[in-house]
């Protein structure tokens, strides 16, 4: 398949009893995959992915605030029905090795945060696989799906849109090292 951009624009929820439980409702048309919905509740606090072209995929934190889903050794990710396992090294200097590391099945994925500010999720084996670009003018999120990739790797991509993904900045990492010290917590594994 050849690759394709597209992306995904802030929503309302319908209801407003929706809107009371709802942190963010991204929405948008993924090429061929067709029409794309993540949202992401505070009661329960997770991100879920629906799409008639991509498998479902979840997130979810059982401490997670109202807000993005922390990212540690308790966070649960789903996609197309396995679990993965998240780990990442949180006191890394190097954008590289600040990376989160996934193993979803038997593939083995990094997702961090590469020139320019600009995300990507690679794959072990094949590299670059999908990239998220600066937000749009409607604060919007732009969406790179590279040739490479297929569903798997972009419900992966789309569900950390969910993620807190901050911690992969060496910024993110500092404010969230005095954070968790603060807190008197462990902090993110």
Not at 115 to 125: F, K, P, T, Y
Not at 137 to 152: Q, R, S
Request: aromatic share 6%; proline share 6%; with cysteine.
């Amino acid at each position: 398949m050849s690759g394709f951009t597209f992306e995904l624009v802030p929503q309302k929820p319908a209801h407003r009893r929706e809107r009371k439980r709802t942190f963010r409702l991204l929405a948008g048309t993924a090429g061929p995959y067709g029409e794309v919905s993540l949202r992401i509740t505070t009661y329960p606090e997770e991100a879920t992915l629906v799409a008639e072209g991509l498998p479902e995929a979840s997130l979810s934190h059982p401490d997670a605030p109202s807000g993005y889903i922390p990212v540690d050794a308790r966070t649960r990710l789903v996609v197309g029905g396995v679990t993965a396992s998240l780990t990442r090294n949180r006191r890394a200097l190097r954008k590289e090795d600040r990376g989160i590391e996934i193993r979803l099945g038997g593939r083995s994925y990094t997702y961090l945060c590469g020139d320019a500010g600009r995300e990507e999720l690679w794959d072990s084996e094949r590299g670059p696989v999908v990239r998220k670009g600066a937000p749009g003018a409607n604060a919007g999120i732009t969406m790179l799906v590279l040739p490479d990739a297929d569903a798997t790797d972009l419900s992966l991509a789309l569900i950390l849109q969910g993620a807190d993904r901050l911690v992969l900045t060496v910024g993110g990492a500092i404010i969230s090292g005095v954070m968790s010290f603060l807190n008197g917590s462990e902090g993110n594994a």
